[in-house]
């Protein structure tokens, strides 16, 4: 599904313990699909660096919620 991405944050629940050392930084991604439905979703932060996906780009949401720079 195509969407665009709308906004990028830093996932900062951690609920009521701190990130686990180790453990990957998230952010949380809202999106707009074609309807103008939004979608908001937790996406590893390194993946989104390495596929220099940024906040008003055009991505790519496929079936695992993984997302790819279109």
Same mark, same amino acid.
């Given at each position: 599904?195509?969407?665009?991405?709308?906004?990028?944050?830093?996932?900062?629940?951690?609920?009521?313990?701190?990130? /686990?050392?180790?453990?990957?930084?998230?952010?949380?991604?809202?999106?707009? %699909?074609?309807?103008? /439905?939004?979608?908001?979703?937790?996406? %590893?932060?390194?993946?989104?660096?390495? &596929?220099?996906?940024?906040? &008003?780009?055009? +991505?790519?949401?496929?079936? %695992?919620?993984?997302?790819?720079? +279109?």
């Amino acid at each position: 599904m195509k969407c665009k991405v709308l906004r990028i944050e830093e996932d900062i629940d951690f609920g009521c313990e701190e990130r /686990q050392p180790g453990a990957e930084l998230m952010s949380v991604v809202l999106l707009e %699909n074609e309807d103008g /439905q939004e979608i908001s979703l937790r996406h %590893n932060d390194r993946l989104l660096y390495e &596929g220099d996906i940024n906040e &008003g780009d055009t +991505v790519m949401l496929d079936e %695992n919620r993984e997302l790819k720079k +279109v």
